[in-house]
């Protein structure tokens, strides 16, 4: 049981509604893509994206058809890393509005040749060191740790 106003934030497939002190959780599918999705990043510690077999354009998150043309002929493929920072924005406050201890950074990560990206934390480096287009890496959790969630992810990293 979750503590009042402190959410689980354990997953996609989890929500909490705290201001009736009540826990109502819900799981849902992520649809095929998605699916493809949260088990790579779970089983094989992949990022994929759906390529199009006929435009060739690529998408992230994964879509099930092409958003182009519309063709469901859809290949998975993983993304090529280093990803890079596209944007990212410091937060010093926690949810609550609690003045965090260390500040959280939020980042998009954008991959080169994909549409898209992934909002996610970076982690092992300083606000001050960061900077637009700075290639970054996944860290994933230990694969026995990982519940098929984006938090399976820990943080992005510069990459070395
Ligand atoms: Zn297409």
Redesign the pocket.
């Known amino acids: 049981m979750a503590e009042p106003n402190k959410p689980p934030y354990t997953g996609m497939n989890t929500l909490h509604w705290n201001e009736s002190n009540i826990d109502n959780y819900y799981e849902f599918p992520a649809g095929f893509a998605g699916s493809k999705f949260f088990y790579e990043l779970k089983e094989n510690g992949k990022i994929v994206a759906s390529s199009?077999k006929?435009?060739g354009?690529i998408e992230l998150p994964p879509k099930a058809f092409?958003v182009?043309?519309f063709?469901t002929e859809i290949e998975y493929i993983e993304v090529d890393l280093p990803g890079y920072v596209y944007t990212y924005s410091i937060s010093f406050y926690d949810l609550d509005g609690s003045k965090l201890e260390k500040p959280i950074i939020w980042a998009l990560i954008a991959f080169d040749e994909v549409e898209g990206g992934i909002i996610h934390r970076l982690g092992e480096v300083d606000p001050e060191d960061i900077y637009i287009g700075m290639d970054v890496v996944p860290e994933f959790r230990p694969k026995e740790d990982r519940t098929g969630s984006i938090l399976d992810i820990k943080y992005f990293k510069p990459a070395l």
């Open positions: 199009c006929k435009c354009k092409c182009d043309c063709d």
